[in-house]
């Protein structure tokens, strides 16, 4: 088996792998390019006789009130290739890889009932951190004045991902920050143009139901998971 990183040439590959792991998520080739092309991008992929069988994708996010971060965020495995911890060598190539480009935090977030990530997770060096969140996301199409509004005092990161490009939403430190910045301009179109996402505390029902009102949807309880690095 070898790891290595994925050319733009491997996109239908990685699609047809992705959207038999994961049906309900299909993605697009012209999107896994983007992405593979993306400076602060790496994708790998697992092959055996030069055929692609598993993947696993990371990017940086920065803010400047954080730390920079490695968001490990897909990682997919043939059926047929399960059972010889592929998932963690790709983990941990793709961990490896985040720290390369100078990231602080490596991190990801896997579902509550998502056992065998965590498992997969827990081998390559990751440790659960606090409570559960809410994921919330406002979809294309949704009425961009109403999510605007929702998301005016929160720090708008971008993000390009294999399945999407979008914005992911966080709390700022400095609570007299304002987040009226360019990324807005994607949002305040009508419609809404790309996805926007949050984790919530699931317990902060005034947030949740705010952004339940302003087109925001439920999509499950996540865990954040971060990479534990050795110490020597």
């Known amino acids: 088996m070898q790891i290595r990183r994925a050319t733009i040439d491997d996109a239908d590959a990685i699609a047809m792998i992705n959207n038999i792991v994961w049906p309900g998520d299909s993605i697009k080739v012209e999107q896994v390019q983007r992405a593979i092309e993306h400076k602060d991008h790496a994708t790998h992929v697992a092959v055996i006789d030069s055929r692609i069988f598993g993947f696993i994708d990371g990017f940086i996010t920065r803010n400047p009130e954080f730390f920079t971060r490695w968001e490990v965020d897909l990682l997919a495995v043939h059926p047929d290739f399960r059972g010889r911890k592929t998932g963690a060598t790709l983990v941990r190539q793709c961990t490896q890889t985040g720290y390369d480009m100078g990231a602080d935090v490596v991190r990801c977030v896997i579902r509550v009932d998502n056992i065998a990530s965590q498992l997969t997770f827990a081998r390559g060096g990751y440790a659960q951190c606090g409570n559960p969140v809410l994921m919330l996301i406002a979809q294309p199409g949704n009425n961009g004045s109403e999510v605007s509004r929702f998301i005016e005092n929160w720090v708008t990161i971008p993000v390009t991902t294999l399945t999407y490009e979008g914005i992911w939403l966080e709390a700022p430190v400095d609570k007299s920050f304002h987040g009226r910045d360019h990324f807005l301009e994607l949002i305040l179109k009508q419609p809404l ?27 499950g309880l996540f865990h954040w998971w971060e990479h534990q690095p050795v110490t020597s």
Do not use: M
């Not at 143009?193 to 999509?219: H, M, T, Y």
């Open 193 to 219: 143009k790309c996805p926007v996402g949050i984790l919530l505390d699931p317990e902060n029902s005034d947030i949740r139901n705010d952004a339940i009102a302003s087109g925001f949807r439920e999509k």
